[in-house]
């Protein structure tokens, strides 16, 4: 039922900045989880942020600091802002959706929903 299109990937120069959207059709996005994930060839998937349903916000280390998530409801979308970009955030970025369990359970281990991903590619 549910989809998640993310866009906005491209190629910028260290230092520079990206916003990427993540687009949530069949499913609300403010009633799940939403997060946003990073994948290089040949290494594991990457967390690196989520947006709870009650607002709340959680990064990685690698990128505290510098990506910011925040959501729209009424376009039903996810945005993650990347600034300060170094070569080492160069990654296929993914938005994935997780169930909520309420704030005191927070979310699924397991995502219900990804998207395709979107390319970043930062050169020194």
């Known amino acids: 039922q549910g989809q998640l299109l993310e866009s906005g990937g491209g190629s910028v120069q260290a230092g520079g900045s990206l916003r990427l959207s993540c687009v949530a059709s069949g499913l609300v996005a403010s009633n799940y989880c939403m997060a946003w994930s990073r994948q290089v060839p040949g290494k594991e998937r990457e967390w690196v942020s989520s947006i709870r349903p009650d607002g709340s916000t959680v990064y990685a280390d690698s990128v505290k600091g510098r990506f910011t998530i925040s959501r729209d409801k009424a376009s039903n979308t996810v945005y993650l802002q990347l600034n300060s970009l170094k070569p080492e955030d160069t990654a296929m970025y993914y938005c994935?959706?997780?169930?909520?369990?309420?704030?005191?359970?927070?979310?699924?281990?397991?995502?219900?929903?990804w998207g395709q991903g979107t390319q970043v590619t930062v050169s020194s």
């Open positions: 994935a959706a997780a169930g909520w369990r309420g704030f005191r359970l927070g979310c699924t281990a397991q995502y219900n929903y």
